[in-house]
């Protein structure tokens, strides 16, 4: 199974840890993110990964190396030059899948319940896109239909409503509202419209535009439990969030 790891971004609100070294290389409990979540990844059957890096990329291809690629297919696709956002960086790492399936999505910093197989294995061929949802309270939604197909994005606090629909242009608050985990699966289906999209582009902006004429659909997952450790203070909250999962196998 195939998997990408979104592990480019600067780390900014874990400064001062990241003025000498990437996020994915931040340990908790001992180990650096992006061992954390590959392990993860390894233990659910994804032997077939790609990790995009632009801060201290070197660092990030040198910690793979020394690690074997983890015993699995790694391939890396280097945003050293420039930052692609999200769209871009699942634009230029799909050319490095070794084969065509459709592929997870997941941010190096993420931690949550999920069991990452059975939502691959359910999903990733019935869909263009597959995207993991909450009922987590926030201020800004994606809109579903009673199909849990994308319709539109809503920011409650702006007011600001994005659909390639009218009606849900007019009418937002008839529709299903459920918030982002960041983690999706992306089918091979997909890039030939991103042929027409520059090279840094978010991926959202692109679902909202590709839900019209393709099926990016939702799995609502009431019970997920996920914590961004994107702040130093959420370092602490990351070790018991591991104590407390390995307790539970």
Request: with cysteine.
């Amino acid at each position: 199974m195939n998997a990408l790891i979104l592990a480019a971004g600067l780390g900014t609100r874990l400064k001062p840890l990241t003025d000498t070294m990437p996020k994915a290389l931040v340990p908790v409990n001992g180990k650096p993110l992006l061992m954390l979540l590959v392990e993860r990844l390894k233990m659910s059957g994804f032997d077939n990964l790609v990790i995009n890096v632009h801060h201290f990329a070197q660092q990030i291809i040198d910690y793979i190396y020394k690690e074997n690629s983890f015993g699995i297919n790694v391939a890396i696709s280097d945003e050293s030059d420039m930052l692609l956002d999200t769209g871009g960086a699942i634009k230029k790492a799909a050319k490095l899948f070794e084969n065509s399936n459709p592929f997870l999505v997941h941010n190096v910093d993420v931690f949550h319940n999920l069991n990452l197989k059975d939502i691959y294995l359910k999903n990733a061929f019935a869909a263009d896109a597959t995207l993991v949802v909450s009922d987590r309270v926030t201020s800004r939604y994606l809109l579903f239909n009673d199909d849990y197909n994308l319709v539109g994005w809503t920011n409650l606090n702006t007011g600001e409503v994005k659909s390639p629909f009218e009606n849900v242009r007019k009418n937002p608050a008839a529709y299903n509202r459920f918030a982002f985990s960041g983690i999706h699966i992306f089918s091979h289906s997909l890039l030939k419209r991103m042929d027409k999209w520059p090279d840094r582009f978010s991926i959202i902006d692109f679902y909202l535009d590709a839900c019209k004429d393709y099926t990016i659909r939702a799995v609502n997952r009431l019970d997920l439990q996920l914590l961004d450790v994107g702040k130093l203070d959420s370092l602490e909250q990351a070790k018991e969030f591991l104590n407390c999962q390995t307790a539970k196998l």
